[in-house]
Every structure is written in structure tokens, then in C-alpha cells.
């Protein structure tokens, strides 16, 4: 038997260890398997190549738990070590490279992000464990070997009578992490960091039902069979070639990444580079609400089949966080906090190449078929319209597919807009105004008016659009947009059609007084204009620019698009060539006259929702009085 002392600098470095991920001590699991794997494949590949003269048969891995001897046996059939390569590996490499991670990362604990998720390689084991023994068979002719630990610097080596190739990890579970005993604790754990490693993992045995021979007698008893239960799929559809599968095996994917999602996904992506980094992978796009925050962290991030978390922030571009499925990257570096992550050159190229990706994948669908691309846009479109928000190299791209729907359900792209309202849709600057409405139902008496113009009404309803009209016309040359009951809608009536008006100057002015006398400055700004005479006499319209800076405060994107605190202020348009307005000039008694007015303000109040509480019980409770 060897007795030795690891040949490390620190004096003690396993309670360190145990302190030192104190919130991710599960990892040790993830840890181990992953060496197995890696044995399992090395031997694979030794036969392959003719170096390892044995059959690599169908190997697997096996988690045991021994609840009464407070043990967890973790046993591969790879390549195992011989006495000397675990001296060199576990002795050397596994602890020098423990010691180099903590010397490294000690002071940088308190960074809660990817390096949380870091393992610590073979030495985790003892954040779990009082004492570790490895029993190993070397593929090589040579005697099994046995190595215990128990978490201090020395340790003990001799020869066994292992016989089987491989290697058996065996923890002693310490007091503290009694959890790890658990049946139900291990199997969470390996179905959430082992589901798709490439080596299938026996965790127990489960019964299985046999289906019945076709020509079985009617009374028979299905057979029933015990077999290994194996947790995990070790070929999964983004480790395949997108040739090899069909749209069925994408969903049935999606099923096996969100067993619990019931709705399928709308389209998927699959990533698949090799130079200058590797990835693969497969995105989904599911159907959006629109909370942009609910629908985060649930692409999955793996390396080599290995799950390393599901926050994927700094790698994915952050309008993409809300599309679903799994990225696998061995070129992502996770000893790193997430500052250092975002700064980056080999993250930058990822997540640029995945948003390219993204792009050039919504174009294809947009042209291949369009009919079905416009189907999918409302519940797509805040992805996109975040995305065109946030990262400027998709908003070029996006202007190919992104899509303006009408009020009337019409799709058009910015090109298409631009060409159908060219003509007669600019205000007296020449400017091309766009309008829209948010709501159809409350800004429908607006809608009509401007349709009976023969303007189109683009029906924007997203709660960021505010941001994106803006974007837009600062990115787009000579552009506005205005909502359908907004100031500027008059600007392009008038161009058109100046209307003549029926009061005289003295008139007006005689109105002007009026109406100032009745209704609050503070909160209206009056406005005489000549319109059609069956037009609306009293109509309340918002300058396009304050409703926007307001919807902006609302939808703060994350104090992304801040701004103050702005004052209610609303424009009413007064017509002068209505019937009312007429009326209100003969009306003889002052009294009357200002019943007449708020009456209408009221009503013009009304109809833009702007009539509430107390005011909107003496408005009913006026009316009733006047029709009685
Ligand atoms: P890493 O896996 O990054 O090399 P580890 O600390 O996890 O670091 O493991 C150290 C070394 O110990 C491995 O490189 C490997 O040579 C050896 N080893 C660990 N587990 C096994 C195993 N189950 N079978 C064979 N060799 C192993
Ligand atoms: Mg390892």
C-alpha cells in the first residue's frame, strides 16, 4: 500500500472547497458523470482507432444510492486508470487544478454569475462527501487499483480485485449532505444536468409492460419486465444533422425540453457552426405574450451535452432571451463572471451569429410563405420589434420581413407602406406622416374619419411600440408617426381641403373669449377650425409627441428609455362650421350658452375615455335632466 501526501501548496484545501460554491454543491454529481463520459468516449475512441485491443460493447453508466451505508456510487465501464495514472491524474492534475480554480476565483465568489455553475472537476466530490475511494480497471493489463481520501492532504493507494474495466467512484456523504441520499434528490439532479449526455445513465430499475403477441388468447396478461432505468437521451435532435430530421422531430424535441408547455412552438431554428467557434443547438420561437420578463431564462446552455444552466444572458442577445430551446458551446467560457462574459471576442461572435441566424431564418419563412409568416406576426412581432429596438444589425435586417398590420388587417412591409401612402400622405412639409391607432375600439370614431380620407390606418398595439416608432423616424428619412386622434391628423385634412369658414373674424373671436371663459386653460388648448359641418363640433386630440413621451415613461424598458414626469394636456378642436357651435353663438343667456359647452366637452371627453368618476355621474345625471 502507498500512503502519500498530495502534493498541494494550500494546507487544506477541502474545506475550502466546501465553503467555496456553497449554493451549487449539487454540481459534484454533473462533475462526476461527466468524467465517466469522458472515460467512456476515450475508450470508444482508443477501439476505434485500434489502440485499445477490447470491445467497447454497449457501455453505460450507473448512479447508486446505499441509503443504510450512506454512500453514492457513481460506476463507468471507460477506460479506467492503472495506480500510476491515478497518482498522476487524481493526485496531480484533479488537485493542482482545484487549487489553481480556487487560487483564481476565491475573491470573485461573491460574483453570483456563470462561475456559480463552474465545476470544480473531480475534487467537488468533497463538497459532499467525508471520503472519497476510487476503484479503478485499467483497460491496459494491469491490477485494479484503490485510492481513498478523506479530505485531508493524504491519501492511501493499494491494489483490488476489481476485474471489470472501468472506474467506481464511491462518496461517504457527509452529515450535512445527507439530501444527496435521497432517491428522488439524485434522479432531480440527473434530469436536470445529465438528460442529454451521450452515454446512457442507469439510475434503479422500473417495471415495463410487454406488449401482447398478436395472436394471444383473449384473458391473457400482458408481461410484465424489470429493466434498467435509463434518465437519459443520449442522441439528442440538436446533436443530428437538420437534414436527418423532419418538423415532427423538432416538436417532439420541444415536448422532451418542456414537458410541461402545451402549446407547440411556431418555428424553430437549429444553429450548427464549426468555425470559428462551436456551436449547435436549436432555438424555438413559442407564441409570445406581452410581458417581455415572464418568458425569460428558459433556453437551455450545454457544453458537450452537458447542462450548464438556463441562464443564458451575455451569450444570447437580450431580446432572444425570450425564445426557448438549447445552445451547445464548448467555446463559452464559464470560469468567468458575466462582466467579463459580455466583453468577450469569441461571445460577441456568438451572439452575433446567432442573431444573424435568427434574422435570416425569419426572412426565409417571410418569403417562402408569406400567408402563413403574417398569421404568425402578432404573436411574434415583440421579439422582433425588441429586437429592432435593441440591436441595430437586426433592425437593418428586420426591414425585410418586419410587417405593419392596417386596422382592416392588411400586412405591409415598411417598403409597401411607404409606396401606397406616398401619394397622398405627407403634411404641409412634405413629410410622410404615418398614422396609426393603438386601440380600435376607443379610437374608433377617428379610424372612420381618417378611412373615409382614404388614408391608411396602420394598427400598432405592442407595448413597445412607442420606442420603434420613434427608432423608425429617426432611422427612416422624413417620416412621422400620428396616432388617428393625435394633432397632427389635422395638419394633413388641412393640406387637402382648406375649408371655408362660416364665421367672420369678429366672430371667432367672440368664440375664442367664450369658450376660454368656460373651459380650464390648465387643461385644454383651445382650437377653432374650420371643418366640414357634419364633422364632430367638439373633438379632443393629444399632440402625438406628449402621448408618446408618456407611453414611453410606462413601458420604461428597465429605465432603458426614462424619462420625467410629463403634465396631462390635451388640444380641443372646436368646428366651427358645425350646426352646435352655431347654436351656442345664438344661444341668448350666458347660462345656457356654458350648458352648452360643457355639455359638449363632456361628450368630446367621453368619447376619448377621458370622463371618469364624479365628473361622469353628473354628466349622466345632467343628461337625464335635459331629456326629460
Ligand atoms: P478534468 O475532467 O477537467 O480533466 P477532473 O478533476 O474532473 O478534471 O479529473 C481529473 C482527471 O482524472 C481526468 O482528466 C481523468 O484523467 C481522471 N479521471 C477522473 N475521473 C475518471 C474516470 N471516471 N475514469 C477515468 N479517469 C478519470
Ligand atoms: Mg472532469
Not at 463520459?37 to 467497447?56: C, I, M, P, Q, R
Not at 444533422?241 to 423532419?246: A, G, I, S, V, Y
Not at 398614422?435 to 373615409?452: F, G, M, R, T, V
Not at 408617426?481 to 394633432?487: E, I, L, M, T, Y
Request: aromatic share 10%; net charge negative; glycine share 4%.
Amino acid at each position: 500500500m502507498t500512503k502519500g501526501n498530495i502534493n498541494v501548496s494550500v494546507e487544506n484545501i477541502f474545506p475550502l472547497i466546501k465553503k467555496f460554491l456553497y449554493s451549487d454543491h449539487e454540481i459534484f454529481l454533473r462533475e462526476l458523470i461527466s468524467n465517466a463520459t469522458d472515460a467512456t468516449l476515450k475508450l470508444k475512441h482508443l477501439t476505434s482507432v485500434g489502440d485499445a485491443k477490447v470491445e467497447y460493447g454497449n457501455p453505460i453508466i450507473e448512479v447508486k444510492v446505499d441509503k443504510k451505508g450512506k454512500k453514492l456510487h457513481i460506476i463507468d465501464q471507460g477506460l479506467g486508470m492503472t495506480a500510476d495514472e491515478v497518482e498522476k491524474y487524481i493526485n496531480e492534475v484533479a488537485f493542482s487544478g482545484a487549487e489553481e480554480f480556487l487560487d483564481k476565483y476565491k475573491d470573485s465568489a461573491k460574483d453570483t454569475g456563470i462561475i456559480g455553475h463552474f465545476g470544480l472537476g473531480f475534487y467537488s466530490a468533497f463538497m459532499v462527501a467525508e471520503k472519497v475511494e476510487i476503484i479503478t480497471k485499467s483497460y491496459k493489463d494491469e491490477p485494479a487499483a484503490h485510492w481513498t481520501c478523506d479530505g485531508s492532504p493524504e491519501f492511501t493507494l493499494e491494489p483490488h480485485d476489481k476485474t471489470e474495466r472501468g472506474t467506481e467512484i464511491i462518496l461517504h456523504i457527509a452529515d450535512d449532505s445527507k439530501e444527496f441520499l435521497e432517491d428522488s434528490r439524485i434522479s432531480t439532479l440527473l434530469k436536470k444536468y445529465n438528460k442529454f449526455m451521450p452515454i446512457p445513465i442507469k439510475f434503479g430499475t422500473k417495471e415495463e409492460t410487454l406488449p401482447l403477441p398478436e395472436d394471444a388468447k383473449k384473458d391473457a396478461k400482458p408481461e410484465k419486465v424489470t429493466v434498467d432505468n435509463i434518465i437519459n437521451n443520449p442522441n439528442p435532435a440538436w446533436t443530428k444533422q437538420p437534414t436527418d430530421l423532419e418538423d415532427q422531430d423538432y416538436k417532439d424535441f420541444y415536448r422532451e425540453l418542456y414537458p410541461m408547455q402545451f402549446e407547440e412552438p411556431l418555428f424553430h431554428i437549429h444553429l450548427n457552426v464549426d468555425y470559428p467557434f462551436n456551436l449547435t443547438g436549436i432555438l424555438y420561437f413559442p407564441k409570445m405574450t406581452n410581458d417581455l420578463n415572464i418568458q425569460k431564462d428558459k433556453i437551455q446552455l450545454y457544453q458537450n451535452q452537458v447542462f450548464v444552466t438556463d441562464n443564458v444572458e451575455g451569450i444570447v442577445p437580450e431580446f432572444l432571451t425570450m425564445l426557448r430551446g438549447v445552445i451547445d458551446s464548448p467555446d463559452i467560457p464559464l470560469n468567468v463572471s458575466r462582466s467579463y462574459l459580455q466583453a468577450d471576442g469569441a461571445v460577441k461572435k456568438i451572439s452575433s451569429y446567432i442573431t444573424r441566424k435568427v434574422a435570416d431564418k425569419l426572412k426565409s419563412l417571410f418569403t417562402n410563405n408569406r400567408e402563413d409568416f403574417e398569421k404568425k406576426w402578432d404573436d411574434i412581432k415583440i421579439v422582433i420589434e425588441y429586437g429592432m429596438l435593441s440591436e441595430e444589425k437586426f433592425f437593418e435586417k428586420a426591414d425585410a420581413f418586419a410587417l405593419y398590420p392596417t386596422v382592416d388587417g392588411k400586412y405591409y412591409t415598411y417598403e409597401e407602406l411607404y409606396n401606397k401612402i406616398k401619394a397622398n400622405q405627407t403634411d404641409k412639409d412634405d413629410k410622410l406622416v404615418i398614422l396609426y391607432a393603438a386601440d380600435k375600439d376607443a379610437q374608433h370614431s377617428y379610424i372612420e374619419a381618417a378611412k373615409a380620407k382614404g388614408y391608411e390606418v396602420l394598427l400598432m398595439d405592442s407595448p413597445i411600440v412607442s420606442h420603434l416608432m420613434q427608432k423608425l423616424e429617426t432611422s427612416k428619412e422624413n417620416i412621422s408617426f400620428s396616432r388617428v386622434d393625435a394633432d397632427h391628423i389635422d395638419n394633413l385634412i388641412k393640406k387637402e381641403d382648406t375649408k371655408i369658414s362660416k364665421l367672420t373674424v369678429e366672430q371667432k373671436t367672440e368664440l375664442d373669449t367664450l369658450l376660454k371663459e368656460v373651459i380650464p386653460s390648465e387643461k385644454f388648448m383651445v382650437q377653432l377650425e374650420s371643418m366640414d359641418s357634419d364633422a364632430a363640433p367638439f373633438m379632443i386630440t393629444q399632440p402625438e409627441f406628449m402621448r408618446r413621451m408618456k407611453e414611453m415613461q410606462q413601458t420604461g424598458g428597465g429605465g432603458m428609455f426614462g424619462m420625467g414626469n410629463m403634465p396631462e394636456m390635451y388640444n380641443l378642436v372646436v368646428n366651427t362650421n358645425s350646426e352646435l357651435v352655431g347654436e351656442i353663438m345664438n344661444t341668448k343667456t350666458k347660462k345656457k350658452q356654458e350648458r352648452l359647452i360643457n355639455q359638449s366637452l363632456d361628450l368630446a371627453r367621453l368619447s376619448q375615455g377621458l370622463l371618469k368618476g364624479e365628473e361622469l355621474t353628473k354628466f349622466i345625471k345632467r343628461s337625464y335632466e335635459m331629456i326629460k
